[in-house]
């Protein structure tokens, strides 16, 4: 079994913010949070300080090793930053 997790604080979203399956989108200061397990990538979003996680849309995707969920992840951040109700990126060298 093969795992990874990467977590940022503080991602303020862009205009539009960033769209979740439980709640709609979410607006404000973020944090992003990626865990990989066995070739597959679930990401998930809170406001920073809060308990309450939600699956960013889009989550999960197919991952192949612990070095493309972080390019993922940093994808994300920047999606997340980004707004216009952001949701997980496709990124060519996951999807095939």
């Known amino acids: 079994m093969s795992w990874a ?3 940022t604080a503080g991602v303020y979203t ?3 913010g960033v769209l979740t399956d439980e709640v709609g989108v979410l607006t404000g200061d973020l ?3 990626t865990t990989y397990i066995d070739g597959e990538a679930r990401v998930a979003v809170q406001y920073s300080g809060a308990s309450d996680w939600f699956t960013m ?6 991952c192949g090793s612990e070095e493309d969920s ?3 992840h940093d ?3 920047a999606a997340v930053r980004g707004g216009g109700g952001a949701t997980v990126p496709v990124l060519p060298h996951l999807s095939g």
Do not use: E, N, Y
């Not at 849309?57 to 197919?62: A, I, T, Y």
């Open 57 to 62: 849309s889009g989550s999960p995707v197919p």
């Open 75 to 77: 994808a994300v951040v």
């Open 70 to 72: 972080r390019d993922l």
């Open 31 to 33: 944090t992003v949070h």
């Open 5 to 7: 997790s990467w977590t």
């Open 14 to 16: 862009g205009r539009g």
